[in-house]
């Protein structure tokens, strides 16, 4: 079983349109990353969370970590289609400080 | 703009053949990690360095995959011999002791 599971797998959408992702353990983290994957390239920091309950926002992305630390979202507010790409959730795993990841959420934005 | 650097940016090879992936992790980082992305498996740990020192291997097939860092601006992960079950995309990490890893654009390896 994956130690983070995301959801949805994959999303086809318009230009303009708002859109939600998530990422689930039944696991207790410290702290959460989110990182977006473009076509042919590596996986790009895009925030850390770390406190339960806090939320933050680069741009249209707005992060939020779950009030018990298991859980995490990411939402996109009038994505474009610069936001194609793979979204990935990562944790450290136990106290091994080797970043763990989700199978992250394809997102395709149709201009 | 420091980044991580891997070489080559694209192999192709036919199967038996050694594959020898090169990472320039980041001046300054302390931690390099090897993974490999497949659309079934998604990323997977094959190797963790701290301080040039190999701590996690546990992800790599011992018997065809090493991984070495033969000095601080170093890291290669050799494949020997290769089979068709390798082909994915690699990729290096570097950071320092903390949960953010720092990605190369990876090696995409097809061996036919």
């Known amino acids: 079983t994956q130690l983070l599971e995301q959801s949805p797998q994959f999303l086809s959408i318009q230009e303009g349109e708002n859109l939600t992702v998530y990422c689930n353990s039944s696991?207790?983290?410290?702290?959460l990353q989110w990182y977006r994957q473009e076509p042919g390239e590596g996986p790009v920091l895009l925030v850390t969370v770390v406190t339960g309950g806090e939320v933050k926002k680069l741009k249209r992305l707005t992060f939020q970590f779950g009030d018990a630390r298991k859980d995490s979202s990411l939402h996109i507010t009038a994505a474009q289609p610069g936001d194609t790409g793979l979204y990935l959730c990562g944790v450290i795993k136990g106290g091994s400080y080797i970043p763990t990841f989700g199978r992250g959420t394809s997102l395709i934005v149709h201009p | 703009d420091a980044r991580v650097t891997q070489t080559p940016r694209h192999k192709v090879t036919e199967m038996g053949q050694e594959v020898t992936m090169r990472c320039q992790p980041i001046l300054g980082h302390n931690t390099v990690f090897w993974y490999r992305q497949t659309m079934m498996q998604g990323l997977e740990l094959l190797a963790y360095f701290r301080n040039r020192a190999p701590l996690d291997d546990s992800g790599m097939p011992k018997d065809r995959f090493s991984a070495e860092m033969p000095d601080a601006t170093l890291a290669t992960l050799k494949i020997q011999p290769s089979e068709p079950r390798d082909s994915a995309v690699y990729f290096c990490?570097?950071?320092?002791?903390?949960?953010?890893?720092?990605f190369g654009q990876g090696t995409r390896l097809t061996v036919v």
């Open positions: 696991s207790v983290f410290s702290s």
């Open positions: 990490a570097s950071g320092l002791v903390g949960p953010e890893a720092f």
